[in-house]
Nanobody
Framework: QLQASGGGLVQAGGSLRLSCAASGRTFSNYYISWFRQAPGKERDFVVCISRSGGAADFADAVKGRFTVSRDNAKYTVNLQIDNLKPEDSAVYYC???????????????WGQGTLVTVSS
């Protein structure tokens, strides 16, 4: 089970830190990704962090502004978002998969989403 939190309303240029908390002792067996979905749009890949946390793959649209980390001892993944832009406004979801993928279909477990709204 995954639970995303940390969303909110921020001004453009601001920062947010999203968290994904997991339950279960097999957390370190899973790749964790963040996706986002704006109103009326498809759910898009944002970042995938490896099982150890040693590597991450970012979507081009967020490179340089988003960073991700995980703490397997605490069953958490954090997504730091800096220099927020209005186009970053979306519901952000964390998801877990046993294999690396940018495709939503490969993720069996999803958090409920947390809303990020960026005002201009």
């Amino acid at each position: 089970q995954l639970q995303a939190s940390g969303g909110g309303l921020v001004q453009a240029g601001g920062s947010l830190r999203l968290s994904c908390a997991a339950s279960g002792r097999t957390f370190s067996n899973y790749y964790i990704s963040w996706f986002r979905q704006a109103p009326g749009k498809e759910r898009d890949f944002v970042v995938c962090i490896s099982r150890s946390g040693g590597a991450a793959d970012f979507a081009d649209a967020v490179k340089g502004r988003f960073t991700v980390s995980r703490d397997n001892a605490k069953y958490t993944v954090n997504l730091q978002i800096d220099n927020l832009k209005p186009e970053d406004s979306a519901v952000y979801y964390c998801a877990a998969s046993r294999s690396y993928s940018r495709q939503t279909q490969q993720y069996a477990y999803w958090g409920q989403g947390t809303l990020v709204t960026v005002s201009s």
